[in-house]
């Protein structure tokens, strides 16, 4: 792993050097710039509307008190061509604006595309920002009570403070509440120096991950096994019932905050899973009780 040269981590090498350190990109955090994305937009949208018009203009020329040969430039492309050759002809303004329209058109549509991808980015998320904060504003007050001076200087070193204006370039990781619980709590190491002084530590969010699904196997393990033998116990209707919607709630819940299932997910693998139980108390259990009371019972 490449490491600053000495006495430059306040700079952009060292600055750039502590952000690549990071085995999963959760530092790689900048703006978006939202607000001159728009500004941009907008001014591309009114240099199209005042093309479209000036089209429009010589469309009514041409219409109105155009020659012939003029008009057949505007209804055929190879005459259009052809006039065009003449820079002092009418031909030739008219090909001058169609090229104008088509190149603020294409710069206009890959403005909107590329402003369509930046939302779909997402935020950084708050640990790895406040991480990131902390190290860029000098982090920890010094013995003697003064404050480290911010890794960058002029306007850059503020460059975090608009949470609302930040795009993290990592691929998206699961937002689930297990996951995010574990990352708080997940022990990590000190990748650098600068890390140790700081107090920061990093981990690999593969580890979180293998967690997770470990977790995740042994309680859905737990969730049918614990129901089927709790199911053997149990010979009273009512109590069936009633450890059916038991089992059914919490199996619900571990759906929903143990992975990041949408709705929808979660209400097909809710209704399986409790389609599973009422089929095998239906049948009876294993200790060969039948679920319902015979007549006169």
Not at 258 to 263: E, I, L, V, Y
Not at 284 to 289: H, I, Q
Request: proline share 4%.
């Amino acid at each position: 792993m490449k490491m600053p040269a000495q006495g430059s981590e306040g700079s952009f090498a060292g600055v750039s050097a502590w952000l690549s350190q990071d085995p999963d990109s959760e530092t790689f955090i900048f703006r978006k710039f939202n607000d001159l994305s728009a500004r941009n937009i907008l001014y591309l949208q009114c240099e199209l509307l005042e093309l479209g018009a000036k089209l429009k203009r010589i469309d009514d020329k041409v219409w109105s008190n155009g020659p012939i040969e003029l008009k057949d430039a505007a209804r055929t492309w190879e005459e259009l061509v052809d006039q065009a050759k003449d820079p002092e002809s009418m031909a030739s303004e008219m090909m001058t604006a169609v090229n104008e329209v088509r190149e603020k058109l294409k710069e206009y549509h890959e403005a909107l595309v590329l402003q369509n991808q930046m939302a779909a980015l997402h935020r950084p998320r708050d640990g790895a920002l406040e991480a990131t904060r902390y190290w860029l504003d000098g982090g920890l007050v010094l013995p003697g009570g003064k404050k480290p001076g911010p890794k960058l200087g002029g306007k850059a070193k503020g460059y975090l403070d608009d949470r609302y204006d930040l795009v993290s370039l990592k691929a998206p990781v699961e937002r689930d509440y297990l996951s995010e619980a574990l990352r708080t709590y997940w022990p990590g190491r000190h990748d650098s120096p600068s890390d140790g002084r700081y107090g920061i530590r990093r981990h690999e969010e593969q580890s979180v991950a293998i967690a997770v699904g470990i977790i995740s196997t042994i309680l859905a393990a737990i969730l049918l096994i614990g129901a089927i033998v709790g199911f053997s116990y149990v010979t009273a209707w009512g109590a069936k019932l009633g450890m059916i919607c038991a089992f059914t709630t919490v199996f619900a819940l571990s759906v929903g905050m143990m992975t990041s299932a949408k709705r929808a997910e979660i209400f097909a693998a809710t209704a399986a899973y409790a389609a599973v139980l009422v089929v095998f108390v239906s049948n009876g259990d294993l200790s060969g009780n039948q679920c319902c009371p015979a007549p006169g019972q």
